[in-house]
């Protein structure tokens, strides 16, 4: 990114660890140390680095994140060609946000986290499972029952994936709405199994099937996501990212 940017960056970090502090939730010393991590590049934002660091809370972030757009403050700089609204999910190797594209389409924007002080080895296994998501998804066919991936690559050093927006909640919470009947939860584990029966067609096979990874919409329609452990059929000989246990 240019200088606009990296400096709206660092007005945006620097808020939100005041507000952090003001709230008592961090120390002067503490927030010093993450600018720094910041700063140096050896973290990715103010938020991921305090998270990493045990500091704060991914809810507390939210908070924070959330009280910065009521204030008129951008929650998050732009990425690219990308202006990030809000984060909607978070794991170990990555965080997901709801974003735009400059052309007003919008996104599922999938970035990879790298916080500070990671074994090399286990972020070199991240950035291979984040390369083999991007991959196998670009070869896939698409299906109605799986999440189309828009666009991969690397911005700034960092690697993203962006993603058909889904307008929905993973299956394990969708099923507790009060007027889900029977009928429909099995209508729906019937048409991700279609979509898995798709990928395995392709040789694909996902490996991390559970319910925070399928994704139902307003019209209850099933979307399978996240494929960071899937494999191809018949990969002898391969390497693996996974083992046994």
Known sequence: MGDTSDGSRLSRDVLLGKLAQQKGWITSSQLRTALVEVATGRGTELSEVLVAGGFLSTAQVQQLLAALSRAGTPAFPPFGKYTLHREIGRGAMGVVYEAEEAGGTRVALKLLIEPPGRD???????????????????????????????????????????????????????????????????????????????????????????PENILVDRQHRPRVTDFGLAKLSGSVGLPTLTASG
């Open 120 to 210: 090399l080895a286990e972020a070199r296994v991240d950035h291979e499972r984040f390369v083999r998501e991007a991959d196998l998804l670009r070869k896939l066919p698409e299906h109605p029952g799986l999440v189309r991936i828009l666009e991969a690559g690397i911005l700034d050093g960092r690697r993203y994936l962006a993603m058909e927006l889904v307008d929905g909640v993973p299956f394990h919470q969708w099923r507790k709405a009060g007027s889900i009947s029977v009928r429909q939860q099995v209508a729906v584990l019937r048409d991700a199994a279609l979509a898995m029966h798709h990928a395995h067609e392709q040789g694909v096979i996902h490996r991390d099937l559970k």
